[in-house]
């Protein structure tokens, strides 16, 4: 059973810097498709970011690309999301989840079965 913990939100000025880590155990980077998803107060989760098992094949929100930046440790089995120039939009629970597979879609990412219990981040002057 694939376990997920996340790491590293908090309070963050617009314009400022934040990155998360989300280690995976149980299970390795090499076989799971990996992505960032977050949730704003009264929205729905939407993906925000995923990278394939390869490592190779990454997808972005529009809104983020240019912004954040999804990358792995394979040492660490940790998979991090850099988040840059982050607007008050950018607030929300973020969550790391695991797929069962390590293809990702071009178009997102989707029905990932294991999930990790989320991080605040908070985007505020």
């Known amino acids: 059973q694939l376990q997920l913990v996340e790491s590293g939100g908090g309070l963050v000025q617009p314009e400022g810097s934040l990155r998360l880590s989300c280690v995976v155990s149980?299970?390795?980077?090499?076989?799971?498709?990996i992505g960032w998803f977050r949730q704003a107060p009264g929205k729905e989760r939407e993906a925000v970011s995923c990278i394939s098992s390869t490592g190779r094949n990454t997808y972005y929100l529009n809104s983020v690309r240019g912004r954040f930046t999804i990358s792995r440790d394979k040492d660490k089995n940790t998979v991090y999301l850099q988040m840059d120039s982050v607007r008050r939009q950018d607030t929300g629970i973020y969550y790391c989840?695991?797929?069962?597979?390590?293809?990702?879609?071009?178009?997102?990412?989707?029905?990932?079965?294991?999930w990790g219990q989320g991080t605040q981040v908070t985007v505020s002057s």
């Open positions: 989840a695991a797929d069962s597979v390590g293809a990702i879609s071009a178009t997102g990412c989707y029905d990932y079965p294991y």
């Open positions: 149980g299970g390795s980077l090499d076989d799971h498709a």
